[in-house]
């Protein structure tokens, strides 16, 4: 057929379907890019046959790239970090230490001490372990009579206040229990088998017990640190979600429950436990809090914000930052100088931390983050115009814009952060303790959990170590009144008190 025998409307609507194919092409080399990064990434689950999906992904491949327009070839520079140096072995261990030591003299030394005088030395030293080892510690309370008067009852001392009245675990033991369980994320069914190689066999329902009364004596601390961070003017808020077993379910199938997150840089971290990610969980949470409440874009937090007289949201730029880089394969040129602005942004940061500008930082963001929120403002603009709204590329744009006012609030006030990461890394715990435990067995467990992953987390990032906060605690807490101010024990300004008439748990 000749083509002057084509009706030019065909063509029109030819051209125009295959211009319609083409732009989609893109957008779907990007999808399948992407889904090969969350498949295939480090640290991703091998839940799907690897090899079948890649041969389906690369037939996929093969019929994008049949309607794919001509590429263009872009060149652009990426700085890499310096790589860090290994610390050496002396380094890593200097610390530890040295509890027995050996001397080797050599066989003529031996055989002939009197030929030979000592004019030095080598040192050098290997690394050993103590695994872990029950052992008893007896209460011994004699009794005693007058002997002037025996009518008057036997003297004997009161028994010592003890975290399980009438048993058998110490303060340390449920501090090691709590700790294997949600520092490093051993089940408890697990935990039992490893207790047979400490001395003697736990029962994991015994444990479970003890991480229940662990929480409960923990409470009254995990509530003081809540208080305070209301109380504290700005917070940083996330939720990660925890599968339950729930009785209730069919079959005794597990629900969905979560953890939400609260917190602020250099304070102590609050997890709290709730069935649901409904608004109203984060109202109870927040209760009557005003300041300025950082998140990322999920619509309760907003939401709160313009339901509470008081309440500023702000942004988290390492949420618009990483729409950008998973865009990087779509607009290479674009998509780096926008990570370029971001990263002068940061790079600001960092120096006035480094310098301590305390009250300053606001005044100081404002002077220089001008010029490249106008230009990274200015091209998402020109960029959302030109890209599909599917795109990664397009979503990008209108996540940075959509959320520009939040994002920029940063620049009215001093004490806020550019991103939620402090409170994200907070959350990596529980994150990597449900892959091993999988889900909570009961609801009513739950809030056991965000009670000392609320301890232990605050522990570790003030320093201090979880183990002697615990030990001590749990020792102090039984004999302690309702008069005494729980202040102390928070994680933020513990300071262990050593009793020399009492060895350590």
């Known amino acids: ?149 025996r009518e008057q009852p036997p003297v004997i001392a009161p028994a010592p206040a003890r975290p399980v009245p009438g048993g058998y675990a110490s303060a340390g033991l449920l501090a090691w229990i709590a700790l294997s369980k949600y520092v490093d994320h051993a089940p408890l069914y697990r935990l039992e088998r490893m207790s047979a190689r400490w001395g003697a066999s736990i029962s994991r329902q015994t444990m479970a017990d003890w991480i229940g009364i662990t929480a409960t004596w923990l409470e009254p601390i995990y509530r003081q640190m809540h208080r305070e961070l209301l109380a504290g003017g700005y917070l940083q808020a996330d939720e990660t979600p925890v599968r339950c077993n729930d009785p209730d379910e069919k079959r005794g199938g597990t629900t969905p429950g979560w953890l939400w997150v609260i917190s602020r840089p250099d304070g102590d971290v609050v997890f709290e436990w709730r069935q649901s990610r409904r608004h109203g969980e984060l109202t109870s949470l927040l209760a009557d809090f005003r300041g300025l409440l950082q998140s990322d874009g999920y619509e309760a937090y907003p939401s709160f914000a313009r339901a509470r007289a008081g309440v500023v949201w702000l942004g988290c730029w390492a949420h618009a930052r990483r729409y950008f880089v998973e865009a990087l394969s779509e607009s290479p040129r674009a998509v780096n100088l926008i990570l370029r602005l971001i990263g ?121 170590d979880p183990f002697a906060y615990l030990r001590d605690v749990l020792t102090r807490l039984p004999r302690m009144t309702n008069q005494d101010d729980l202040a102390a024990l928070t994680p933020a300004r513990w300071r262990e008190v050593r009793e020399p008439s009492r060895s350590a748990s």
């Open 344 to 464: 002068e942004l940061y790079l600001r940061e960092r120096e006035w931390d480094e310098a301590k500008v305390g009250a300053a930082r606001a005044a100081l963001r404002q002077e220089h983050f001008a010029r490249p929120l106008r230009w990274l403002r200015r091209l998402a603009l020109g960029l959302r115009a030109r890209a599909l709204p599917r795109s990664l590329l397009g979503k990008a744009c209108s996540y940075l814009l959509e959320h520009w006012e939040p994002l920029t609030a940063h620049l009215r006030y001093s004490e806020t952060r550019l991103d939620n990461n402090l409170v994200e890394n907070a959350i990596r715990p529980s994150a990597l303790g449900k892959k091993n435990w999988l889900f909570i067995g009961h609801p009513d467990a739950g809030q056991r959990s965000a009670i000392i992953y609320s301890i232990v987390v605050s522990c570790q990032r003030h320093g201090k």
């Open 1 to 149: 057929m000749s083509a002057a025998a084509i009706d030019p409307p065909e063509v029109k609507l030819l051209r125009e379907e295959l211009n319609e194919l083409r732009a989609q092409v893109p957008v779907l080399r990007a999808q399948i890019e992407w889904l090969k990064r969350q498949l295939f990434g480090a640290g991703r689950s091998e839940k799907l046959d690897r090899a079948q999906l890649l041969l389906e992904l690369a037939e996929v491949e093969k019929l994008s790239a049949a309607a794919e327009a001509p590429k263009q070839t872009v060149h652009y520079e990426r700085t890499s970090a310096p790589r860090e140096k290994r610390p050496l072995a002396a380094e890593t261990f200097a610390k530890l230490p040295v509890k027995e030591t050996l001397e080797i003299i050599p066989e003529p030394v031996q055989a002939e001490p009197e030929a030979f005088e000592r004019i030095g030395e080598e040192r050098t030293f290997e690394v050993d372990v103590v695994p872990p080892q029950l052992f008893k510690r007896e209460i011994v309370r004699p009794k005693f009579k007058r002997r002037d008067d």
